[in-house]
């Protein structure tokens, strides 16, 4: 079976831009998750979908936005893109929402800012 | 303010010593504890995971133990791999939330043959 699955797998863009990363889930699992991981440091949770609802926001500005599919896929997107939102971004699926359910992570997109 | 501290950035160990990393919080709130490794160019794997309900929980060659009244989590590795090494990140989830995961910032640890 697949896993979670991330695309690009890299990406460069200037500061100002817009840019979307996408995550396609485990099949059968209906919730996807979205963490920035700057270099040194933890993944930080942004966004939590489960059934196409947003169940969680992290502390990220509004630049950030997500939406999750009716097949559970998920999309993030960031507008006007700073220096400092250069990072691994990782996206996270479980079956359910509960805290029994094991996320299980994608490999994560590169972004580079310059 | 960070809320899950891995104090030590890096743990080098024997193969087939003991490792131990350690991981702390601050939040009483906090009510469920995972182990995840991360190797390079991949996503965090799940390893294991604790209840507050519980002090400690096995699986093969993990284990967790959670001290609720120290706020410290710790996860022994016994015998250490050379596959082990990797970065090791705790993390836990709060009784008011459903799947958000706070991270601490990771141990590296290096398994020498």
């Known amino acids: 079976d697949a896993g979670v699955t991330q695309s690009p797998t890299h990406l460069i863009k200037t500061r100002g831009q817009h840019v979307t990363l996408r995550c396609s889930p485990i099949s059968g699992h209906k919730s996807v998750s979205w963490y920035q991981q700057v270099l040194g440091q933890g993944p930080q949770f942004i966004f939590q979908y489960y059934e196409k609802e947003e169940r969680g926001r992290g502390n990220f500005p509004d630049r950030f936005s997500a939406r999750q599919f009716p097949n559970y896929s998920s999309e993030l997107n960031v507008n006007a893109l700073l220096l400092g939102d250069s990072a691994l971004y990782l996206c996270?699926?479980?079956?359910?929402?509960?805290?029994?359910?094991?996320?299980?992570f994608g490999p994560g997109t590169r972004l580079t800012v310059l | 303010d960070q809320q899950v501290k891995q104090n030590s950035p890096s743990l080098s160990v024997q193969e087939g010593r003991i490792s131990i990393l350690n991981c702390d919080y601050t939040?009483?709130?906090?009510?469920?504890f995972l182990w995840y490794k991360k190797y390079p160019a991949e996503g965090p794997t799940f390893l294991i995971s604790?209840?507050?309900?519980?002090d400690k929980n096995e699986d093969g060659r993990f284990t967790v133990f959670l001290n609720k009244s120290a706020k410290h989590l710790s996860l022994h590795i016994v015998p250490s791999q050379p596959g082990d090494s990797a970065v090791y990140f705790c993390?836990?989830?709060?009784?008011?939330?459903?799947?958000?995961?706070?991270f601490g910032s990771g141990t590296q640890l290096t398994v020498l043959p």
């Open positions: 993390a836990v989830i709060s009784s008011g939330s459903a799947r958000q995961l706070t």
């Open positions: 996270a699926s479980s079956q359910g929402q509960g805290k029994g359910n094991e996320q299980f």
């Open positions: 939040n009483s709130m906090f009510d469920y």
């Open positions: 604790i209840s507050s309900i519980k």
